[in-house]
């Protein structure tokens, strides 16, 4: 039987109250922390495309709301097909780690998101942030790759593995979608892999 404030129980003709304490806590971290597994990418351990999408979406709206600029940088290891099936799919999948771990360093602000968008393709969510200064933060980006020194021999780029980077910048305005700057990032990116890899464009 339960008792409530409503309903009290009588004894020895006296009202007595029942009152329970339940620690929430534990559960609660266990929700949060099934909540986060589930925007994780697995391999990399950066955010998945779903929270990516959730992401971009609640930065453009935010972005919108206070008239700033927002940057995405769609990012593509070149040839990395080649190094897969050089070195096999597991040693492919360290080095996809290892350029996970490399681009959180390059998100340090509670603006900006790094996410596996598939297969080998990254992208970079930045916030309030310009051309310029996405530009200066993505060259910085292409030479901490080029450093990891993770060997793709059969490369037509360099011997090294090396990454393509299109990048798009917008103020998001009503009536726009944030699709328009995937769609932009995307086609820059074509662009960068036209020109020759291993370069930003935007």
């Not at 593509?76 to 290892?98: A, E, P, R, V, W």
């Not at 996405?134 to 011997?159: G, T």
Request: charged content about 25%; proline content about 2%.
């Amino acid at each position: 039987m339960v008792y409530d404030a409503r309903h009290p129980l009588k004894y020895d003709q006296q009202n007595y109250f029942v009152i329970t304490h339940q620690n929430i806590t534990e559960r609660k971290l266990a929700e949060q922390k099934v909540r986060d597994l589930a925007r994780m990418d697995g391999l990399t351990n950066i955010a998945n495309r779903r929270y990516f999408d959730e992401f971009l979406n609640a930065e453009w709206r935010r972005c919108l709301r206070l008239e700033l600029p927002i940057s995405l940088a769609i990012i593509d290891l070149d040839h990395f097909k080649l190094l897969n099936d050089t070195y096999g799919h597991q040693h492919g999948d360290q080095c996809l780690i290892k350029i996970g771990k490399l681009l959180k360093q390059f998100v340090n602000r509670s603006s900006d998101i790094c996410a596996r968008y598939g297969g080998e393709e990254f992208a970079i969510v930045l916030g309030n942030t310009s051309t310029t200064e996405a530009q200066a933060l993505l060259a910085s980006l292409l030479d901490e790759i080029a450093h990891l020194d993770i060997a793709n021999p059969n490369s037509s780029v360099q011997p090294y593995l090396t990454a393509s980077i299109g990048l798009a910048t917008l103020h998001p305005s009503f009536g726009l979608h944030e699709n328009i700057l995937v769609h932009q990032a995307d086609n820059m990116l074509y662009k960068a892999k036209e020109k020759g890899r291993d370069r930003i464009e935007s």
